[in-house]
């Protein structure tokens, strides 16, 4: 036992002295509401404006979401009960699920306690029960998906990010009989790069192979009916089976995928990491449901949100200050460094009311450590100039 402390202990030192250890901020929200927080500084309670928050839409706080939430806890109480398989199964569970196979114009979907145990859970179900089932990654592929295809064993080739090219010259080469599954993520979570999609999904099916592809930062933002990044262009082929998040623009908890009725029964009759624990609260999927019936018809949210992210981006550029262009709402600025990283992220936030938590390693590569920016649809015009002028004296001064 006390070996194994030694070593936690000679881990946890390691990360110290390197600046990688992470470091959370205790925050409540403040009154105002979203953006603003307040954090614990010394026992006293500081206002800031949060620039990290993946409630992109700030629908966790709409009335409407709140209202769906607080019906449903007086009916069902605050948890399920159970497994699915074991009386955690309601009504709100079978009515999230159907809306969500509708949203995304397929046969059926599956809830799960996170998009996280979605990604793991069905990758790894697929890979072990199909052990000549090929993966194709791409290799900025979020660690959900890299550990679902690692917990299956399956053989896994690993495509260059975002190069349609490298993954034709690896599908060719690949035996035409295997099984395929090619796995991206439609906006990858700490650069913001679109992903080629309707390429990717065109090539994979020209190839006989399945698609996977993880929506969580495009469901309830992009796509026709907000339906993901995917559902761009109607006449496009769609992936043969979602992942997709409650957590973020849908501004609830848990994960889920949409898929074929034979693919989802397969996950729901095989994987671990669906059948062995408690399942969502009810409460819960009604907030969410009641937040895609919203999000199915929003338009001045996400307008809102992508102006004000065109306006931030337009502000830093006449400021000099480089940042990772690409087609999404995240804004990564680069630091490169996990000391000096965390130095702007504390400045911003002691001496100017800025919360932008720093990423480090393992989250990014080492030496692409940065300061990832999330405009959400709260924020005004104001807030964002402040914030670049407090950038603009953090990374310069």
């Not at 925050?27 to 927080?37: A, C, H, L, M, T």
């Not at 979570?189 to 999904?201: D, F, K, Q, R, Y």
Request: proline share 4%; net charge neutral.
């Amino acid at each position: 036992m006390f070996e194994i402390i030694d070593i936690i202990n000679q881990e946890l030192s390691s990360l110290r002295s390197k600046g990688n250890y992470r470091h959370f901020l205790h925050q409540v929200k403040d009154d105002d509401g979203n953006p603003f927080i307040k954090y614990n500084k010394d026992g006293t309670w500081v206002k800031a404006v949060n620039y990290c928050s993946n409630d992109y839409l700030s629908m966790s706080n709409h009335p409407y979401v709140i209202e769906a939430f607080t019906r449903s806890s007086k009916i069902y109480g605050v948890s399920s009960g159970g497994t699915r398989n074991i009386s955690g199964t309601t009504e709100a569970h079978i009515s999230l699920e159907k809306t969500l196979s509708q949203w995304h114009e397929k046969e059926a979907a599956l809830l799960f306690g996170s998009a996280y145990i979605a990604n793991l859970a069905t990758l790894q179900t697929l890979g072990r029960r199909i052990p000549e089932l090929i993966f194709f990654s791409d290799e900025k592929n979020h660690a959900s998906l890299i550990e679902g295809m690692r917990s299956a064993g399956n053989k896994k080739i690993v495509f260059k990010h975002n190069d349609i090219h490298d993954l034709e010259e690896k599908l060719s080469n690949a035996d035409p009989l295997a099984p395929k599954l090619v796995i991206f993520e439609s906006i990858y979570s700490m650069n913001g790069h679109v992903a080629p999609a309707a390429e990717i999904l065109k090539l994979a099916q020209e190839y006989k192979a399945m698609t996977y592809v993880d929506e969580v930062h495009a469901v309830g933002m992009y796509g026709a009916k907000n339906a993901g990044y995917c559902f761009n262009d109607p006449t496009a082929i769609k992936p043969d089976i979602i992942n997709g998040t409650l957590s973020k623009a849908i501004g609830t908890f848990g994960g889920y995928i949409a898929s074929s009725a034979e693919v989802v029964d397969f996950v729901r009759s095989f994987g671990s990491g669906f059948i062995f624990t408690t399942s969502l609260p009810p409460a819960v999927c009604s907030a969410a449901e009641a937040s895609i019936e919203l999000l199915q018809k929003d338009k001045e949210r996400v307008y809102k949100m992508k102006t004000l992210v065109h306006l931030f981006r337009k502000l830093l550029t006449e400021e000099g200050i480089p940042f990772t262009f690409n087609q999404s709402h995240i804004t990564p600025i680069k630091v490169g460094n996990p000391e000096k990283c965390k130095a702007i992220a504390d400045r911003l936030l002691h001496d100017f009311g800025i919360y932008i938590q720093p990423i480090n390693y393992p989250t990014v590569p080492l030496g692409e450590e940065c300061l990832r920016v999330i405009i959400t649809s709260a924020h005004n015009e104001d807030q964002i100039y402040h914030l670049v002028q407090s950038l603009k004296k953090c990374i310069r001064g």
